[in-house]
């Protein structure tokens, strides 16, 4: 949330809150979690073990998976016992620090990462030289832009988080602790806003949308040869996390800038008190995306092992051949 929504929002999040609504949240999370975690614990086996899970191509795709399990284990949990309680348990500063950080680092990380997986995609499908023709082209084209996106994302909010002259004053019933103290800057709060959130979510769609236009030309022009058989696992792969993160993200932005340019309160009730919370199901459904479009883990996947056919070799039967006529005289 940006700074101008900052005090509508925290006061619509407290009046409209209620102990079933932060149990249904707790349910529905609470069910995600586990399976999820089993999920990324499979995805990290199969990366350990498939050394096509390692290659160049993936790298991106595996920061974006490490983030959200990050956020799955380290910020989640507190969540979760912020729905069960309906407070912060317990309650202290430096707590509420570690969950805002951990809460804007990462997802803000992931969008930075999926921003730059939609261009890498799309230059690896279609323009593959520009990155893998050398070690300096893949040095600069590829690893400084993501050790980039997960530096700059960390520095920026520690900037921001310990370093801004302000004094925070905390809520222990509100969600984030009624967040940091930088965003009552409405400067600062927006150029945070339109950085972490909205320039990745345009990236992402703007790429995505070229990567699908450019391959449906490519169709139509019957030019479909081994490589795009190759580039095809790249993807769909793609195109499924991306839906995932899309679907959470662009109704979130749409409501945003509404409420940024026109009306503060715009469906302040429905979007603190539901939608805001829709961005957990990126950590908890990016896992399975994966998992199911990524074939090198599926032989991994104890349950599809034994729910494979088993084959039954033919059994001979040695027969003795009676001869046509009696082999001794009478």
Known sequence: MNSEENDTSTTT???AETQLTRLIK???FQTFQIPAIFCFILIF????RERELRRLHNHVMLLILLSCFILLIGELPITLSFFYRGWLEPQSDRLCLYWIFMNYTFEAMIFLLMAFASIERFVLIFFSTVITGSG????????????FCCVLVIFWYIILLFLYPCVNTFNFSSFLCNSACYQSNVVIGTI???GT???????????????LIRVILQKRRLHIGMNWRRSRKMLIQLLSVV???LCTQIPLTIFALIRLIFDPNFLSTI??????????FIILLIPFAYVITTNEIHKHLIILKFCKPRLINPVTVNTIQQPKYPTTKI
């Open 26 to 28: 707790y349910i529905i």
């Open 197 to 211: 959130v909205l320039l990745p979510v345009l990236i992402t769609i703007v790429f995505n949308v070229l990567l």
């Open 192 to 194: 945070d806003w339109v």
């Open 271 to 280: 979007v603190i008190l539901w939608y805001y919370f829709t961005t957990y």
């Open 243 to 245: 839906l995932i993160f």
């Open 13 to 15: 999040f407290q009046v």
């Open 136 to 147: 300096r082209r893949k040095c600069f084209f590829h690893y400084i832009p993501m050790i």
């Open 45 to 48: 086996y199969s990366v350990y």
